[in-house]
């Protein structure tokens, strides 16, 4: 069993950076695919990020060129730099793990989901 944790949510302002982290426990995620998702209020969960167990990095357009994502594998954990906030990216995030292939953008091939931390991003 894998057990995600994320942190570093919170509320800033436009224009703001935070970075977020996800620790996994119970497993090496080494050879994981590593999502970030997002659900804002009354809206479907969405993709953000990911990057694979090589490091190859993926992004939504809406977060293109604010947004990095990284993995630190010795550590077992993976961030989120989030740069450039803007009131449209407040939402609960979601750090997931994908333990075999599958599109990477899709939510439904993601095995492990952690609790989600809250980002608002103020106007």
């Known amino acids: 069993q894998v057990q995600l944790v994320e942190s570093g949510g919170g509320l800033v302002q436009a224009g703001e950076s935070l970075r977020l982290s996800c620790a996994a426990s119970?497993?090496?995620?080494?050879?994981?695919?590593m999502g970030w998702f997002r659900q804002a209020p009354g809206k479907e969960r969405e993709f953000v990020a990911a990057?694979?167990?090589?490091?190859?990095?993926y992004y939504a357009d809406s977060v293109l060129g604010r947004f990095t994502n990284s993995r630190d594998k010795a550590k077992n954990t993976v961030y989120l730099q989030m740069n450039r906030l803007k009131p449209e990216d407040t939402a609960v995030y979601y750090c997931?793990?994908?333990?075999?292939?599958?599109?990477?953008?899709?939510?439904?091939?993601?095995?492990?989901w952690g609790q989600g931390t809250e980002v608002t991003v103020s106007s």
């Open positions: 990057i694979t167990s090589g490091g190859i990095t």
């Open positions: 119970g497993r090496t995620l080494g050879t994981a695919d």
């Open positions: 997931a793990a994908k333990m075999r292939g599958g599109r990477i953008r899709n939510e439904v091939g993601y095995d492990y």
